[in-house]
């Protein structure tokens, strides 16, 4: 079956360094990918997605990109912020029936 | 603006008593999904209605039931919740169940279960 496997964390940077949260996927097929963000006591918002190989997402300065070769979607920012502190998941769609299938979560923790 | 609407954002019930848990949407889309969601962890769907057409996942506990009355509104019931069945709550909305680019899954803020 199809699977999602993030880097644990947490994560815990300095304001303005640089974040890479790795993601690796295993399906059958062309999924989809996504990235979703949590804050703390809320749902979860989509922050990015790519849908075809090569693809690049990006959204408030948050990129990642779609690698076949190496069956990746990491997700990078040059310069996080203190409000970029929240759990983030890598996810995948299948296409078929648009079940999304999460990686078990990577928390970020930002300090000033 | 569209958007997903979970209430109430927190809820607190007893062990055993019956408990349901709101969502409507204003996006107009064919499906609504549950997911249960435990401490940050991944969220584990329980199941997704396509119009009127419900679909149980298989490891879904009898205890969770679910409806869909029109479009807009779908209903999460506990009919016995037990100490384990305390999470987030989280519903979520696509345009349709093919995939594929502008189909993404819209969530909602989520309720927060507590069970005394």
């Known amino acids: 079956g199809d699977s999602v496997t993030q880097m644990e964390g947490p994560v815990t940077l300095s304001e303005e360094a640089f974040l890479t949260i790795n993601c690796t996927y295993t399906?059958?097929?062309?999924?989809?990918l996504f990235w979703y963000v949590q804050y703390p006591g809320e749902g979860l918002q989509l922050l990015l997605k790519?849908?075809?190989?090569?693809d690049k997402g990006s959204n408030k300065g948050f990129e990642a990109t779609y690698r076949k070769e190496t069956t990746s979607f990491h997700l990078e920012k040059g310069s996080v912020q203190v409000s970029d502190s929240a759990v983030y998941f890598c996810a995948l769609n299948d296409n078929a029936g648009n079940m999304l299938t999460f990686g078990g979560g990577t928390r970020l923790m930002v300090k000033p | 603006d569209a958007m997903v609407i979970q209430n109430p954002r927190y809820q607190v019930t007893q062990f055993g008593k019956p408990v349901t848990l709101s969502c409507s949407q204003t996006l107009n889309h064919n499906v609504m999904y549950w997911y249960q969601q435990k401490s940050s962890q991944a969220p584990k769907l329980l199941f997704h209605?396509?119009?009127?057409?419900?679909?149980n996942e298989a490891d879904t506990p009898d205890n969770f039931q679910s409806r869909r009355p029109n479009t807009s509104f779908c209903f999460l019931d506990i009919r016995s919740p037990g100490l384990g069945d305390a999470a987030m709550y989280l519903c979520?909305?696509?345009?349709?169940?093919?995939?594929?680019?502008?189909?993404?899954?819209?969530f909602g803020p989520g309720t927060r279960l507590t069970v005394l």
């Open positions: 209605y396509y119009d009127k057409d419900f679909n």
């Open positions: 399906a059958t097929g062309y999924p989809s």
């Open positions: 790519a849908t075809k190989a090569d």
């Open positions: 979520a909305t696509s345009r349709d169940t093919a995939g594929g680019y502008d189909n993404e899954q819209f």
